[in-house]
């Protein structure tokens, strides 16, 4: 399968899908989804029809060269979660709790989720643009496990909410942008961990995003 690896190159491109996302999905290690993509390695059958249902094509495209690319509506079905206000990926802003919409996130990831785990927020910022973009819809799900290096939603002081990198330290918790804009700088504040922080309150981990529905 030599030629796997462009193809779901090509896809995740169109898809605005990044190897940490795909990494999520599929339960595996970013540095699998790049093997993958670099011809190194090649995926189980299992993964592949993953692949394929997350992607929006059959698991043919992937296993047969000569097959074009052709999008199946009935490989993916999706539902939708509510959109609660905007999020900053550049400087905090103040959080908004009112619904302004909703988006269609596909069932895989309500399935290993579940529905009343996620919420969606609209992106304002340039921050984190190497992972999402401004204006983008970031997925997140509720909860407050996270490790370092994963991209989380927070509050800070209880109303400013920012989306970045957490990095913990002995002594210091990071807010860390992921940009391609080289003057926005880390978030620092002097605590030991996130849950004994009150400064810091985490909203939930970015799974996910999408441009929004014009």
């Known amino acids: 399968m030599k030629s796997f690896g462009l193809k779901l190159s090509q896809l995740m491109k169109k898809n ?33 029809s993953q692949i394929a249902k997350i992607l929006n094509v059959s698991a043919t495209y992937f296993i047969d060269e000569n097959e074009s690319y052709c999008p199946e509506d009935h490989v993916i079905t999706k539902r ?3 959109i609660y206000g905007t999020i900053a ?31 969606a927020l609209r992106i304002n910022g340039d921050s984190m643009n190497r992972i999402v973009h401004d204006g983008h819809i970031a997925v997140l799900e509720r909860t407050t496990n996270i490790n370092n ?12 909410a920012t989306l970045k990198r957490i990095y913990k330290t002995n002594n210091r918790i990071i807010l860390e942008p992921d940009s ?14 996130i849950e004994n922080c009150p400064e810091i309150k985490v909203v939930g981990k970015y799974i996910w995003s999408c441009a929004p529905i014009q």
């Open 16 to 48: 605005n899908m990044t190897d940490e996302q795909l990494a999520e999905l599929l339960s595996v290690s970013r540095t699998t989804v790049l093997r993958w993509r670099n011809g190194e390695r090649s995926p189980k059958m299992s993964k592949i």
């Open 180 to 193: 391609f804009n080289p003057s926005i700088h880390p978030l620092m504040f002097d605590c030991t961990d």
């Open 89 to 119: 990926a550049g400087k905090p802003i103040e959080a908004i709790e009112n619904v302004i919409g909703d988006i269609q996130v596909p069932d895989i990831i309500l399935d290993k989720y579940g529905f009343e785990k996620l919420l």
């Open 149 to 160: 290096g994963d991209i989380a939603a927070v509050l800070i002081n209880g109303y400013d």
């Open 80 to 82: 939708n979660i509510p």
